[in-house]
């Protein structure tokens, strides 16, 4: 039997730092989460962490979906010391 996605249940959030802000620049994930505040307070962690050098950005993205013609949603930017 094939699992049905539920779009409201599976809802994953992703954290990523960028060097400057810039991500075209070095880029890395920082952690992933299925609560949005517990990914919120890891961007805000990992940016206080690495000085500024590094602003977060949490996506949210689904479980087993897959769509190479849609971008993550982004819910949360932090933003590293140039940008401010």
């Keep these: 039997m ?3 996605i539920s779009m409201k ?3 994953i959030y992703i954290v990523t730092a960028h060097r400057w802000g810039d ?3 070095h880029s ?3 952690g992933a989460s299925t609560k949005k505040a517990k ?4 961007a ?3 940016t206080n962490y690495r000085g500024g050098k590094y602003g977060c950005v949490v996506e949210q993205v689904y479980n087993g979906f897959y769509d190479q ?3 993550p949603k982004e819910i949360y930017r932090t933003k590293s010391l ?3």
Excluded at 39 to 42: L, R, S, W
Aim: aromatic content about 8%; hydrophobic content about 30%; overall charge negative.
């Design 23 to 25: 991500n075209h620049n």
């Design 39 to 42: 990914a919120i307070d890891i």
């Design 9 to 11: 249940n599976d809802k």
């Design 69 to 71: 013609f849609k971008e």
């Design 44 to 46: 805000d962690e990992e």
């Design 28 to 30: 890395y994930t920082v």
């Design 2 to 4: 094939e699992k049905i």
């Design 82 to 84: 140039q940008e401010l």
